[in-house]
């Protein structure tokens, strides 16, 4: 029997592979353009951590998680999202001691027990951004204008900005009390799940996808009524910079993130184009969560985004990633010019070039056919009529001019012609 992969996880292969990559650089090149410097946390953590960080009450921490014990009998959580482990580490090694803020990337797999359903895995890839240790305003939008600027980078038009403010712990607790009182006589029309949160944590309610608890929702009161003064300030700042760099946002008082850390702004980039699952990314202010999880109080804001999402979008519509090709040269030999054709090889890697030969004792036209679907700008051939004559042949895929060059000025002619980097005959 053979063995298969296991259930919600994907081989990322061919031409997915290529984009995820693509997206990945991109967005790491943005990344550092702003600013901000890589960290890579472990994949599991303690369970402890993401049940104080991310809530008892989410359905994250209870029902997603993939908790074992290990062998010493430690309860270890394959780490079901990135803000809580920043925040361990931010903590651990002492950031807040080291010149403020923090700005950190990260890009890695992530693990939920969901039911598996298109463009959602069980192991699945994010990119996201934390920054610790500022209230600035300019913050929030400096955050905002990364995730947009990403996605418009990726080719993807017309993004949505929804905008609220989560409030504070002052505000979200008054906010909390007037949700409970609202929901507790409609207790009898709310799903089961809904009916739990009311007690534990109202605010969820929103979040829920069924219709009946949607329709319940549209009457409920809204934070908005809610927010203190500093928090309304706040708000007022944001909305005014977004303004001033340009960019239009929705406000959405119904946008109200399911994790108990988030204070504040929050933020969601939608696109009008993907119907029910048009939500590309979001994130928002978590001021609240270094103290939840042992630190001195210290304001903070960041956003993740599912890279297997990104590339889902892209593909519904239509965008064409520009996904160059690999393979600058390929050298092509025929009757024993194979280790001859080797050297040329090593050659052009040294220059920089990226180049590949056949290693299946193809004929030359085979060796013409891989060199195409390698998509190879130029094919050198050898031969023993060349050796002999140390030229070799330079065929343009392109053009299909081809043309002797001597073997020794092989180096000259790749750095000359690649001296720009990459050729793109996609672009
Ligand atoms: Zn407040
Ligand atoms: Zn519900």
Not at 121 to 142: C, H, K, N, P, T
Request: aromatic share 10%; hydrophobic share 35%.
């Amino acid at each position: 029997m053979k063995i298969k992969m296991p259930r919600g996880t994907s081989d990322i292969i061919f031409e997915k592979a290529a984009k995820k990559q693509y997206i990945e650089r991109l967005a790491i090149d943005l990344f550092e353009q702003f600013g901000y410097r890589p960290i890579v946390t472990p994949t599991f953590e303690h369970t402890e951590l993401f049940q104080r960080g991310i809530g008892e009450s989410t359905d994250i921490v209870r029902k997603e998680m993939y908790t074992f014990e290990d062998k010493g009998g430690r309860s270890l959580t394959l780490r079901p999202e990135g803000t809580a482990p920043v925040v361990r580490a931010y903590l651990e090694h002492g950031l807040a001691s080291k010149s403020l803020p923090a700005k950190l990337y990260y890009c890695g797999q992530m693990f939920r027990y969901e039911r598996p359903q298109a463009g959602r895995y069980r192991e699945f890839w994010q990119l996201g951004i934390e920054v610790l240790g500022s209230q600035d305003a300019l913050v929030d939008v400096e955050v905002i204008l990364l995730l947009i600027r990403f996605l418009e980078k990726i080719g993807l038009k017309d993004l949505e900005l929804h905008l609220n403010s989560m409030g504070c712990l002052v505000c979200r607790k008054s906010f909390g009390e007037a949700l409970r009182k609202y929901l507790k006589d409609k207790m009898e029309l709310l799903c089961i799940d809904c009916k739990k949160r009311v007690n534990s944590n109202p605010l969820r309610v929103f979040d829920c996808k069924n219709k009946k608890c949607q329709t319940i929702m549209k009457k409920a009161p809204l934070i908005s009524d809610f927010w203190c003064e500093s928090c309304r300030g706040h708000f007022e700042t944001v909305k005014s910079i977004l303004d001033d760099v340009g960019i239009s946002y929705i406000l959405n008082p119904a946008l109200v993130r399911g994790f108990d850390y988030y204070t504040k702004t929050t933020f969601e980039v939608r696109t009008p184009y993907l119907g029910a699952q048009n939500a590309l990314g979001g994130g928002g202010r978590y001021d609240g969560l270094v103290e939840e999880l042992g630190g001195s109080p210290t304001p903070a804001i960041g956003w993740a985004i599912g890279t297997e999402r990104v590339i889902m979008a892209t593909e519904e519509l239509n965008i064409n990633l520009p996904l160059s090709s690999n393979t600058d040269v390929f050298v092509a030999t025929i009757d024993g010019a194979r280790e001859e054709g080797f050297k040329v090889l090593n050659f052009l890697r040294e220059t920089g070039v990226s180049a590949d030969m056949d290693y299946g004792n193809r004929s030359l036209k085979g060796q013409m056919k891989l060199a195409n679907k390698l998509r190879a700008s130029y094919v050198i051939i050898l031969g023993p009529d060349e050796l002999k004559k140390g030229i070799c042949l330079i065929r343009n895929m392109n053009t299909g001019d081809q043309s002797e060059m001597q073997t020794s000025k092989i180096s000259r002619w790749a750095k000359g012609e690649f001296k720009s980097g990459k050729v793109d005959f996609n672009g």
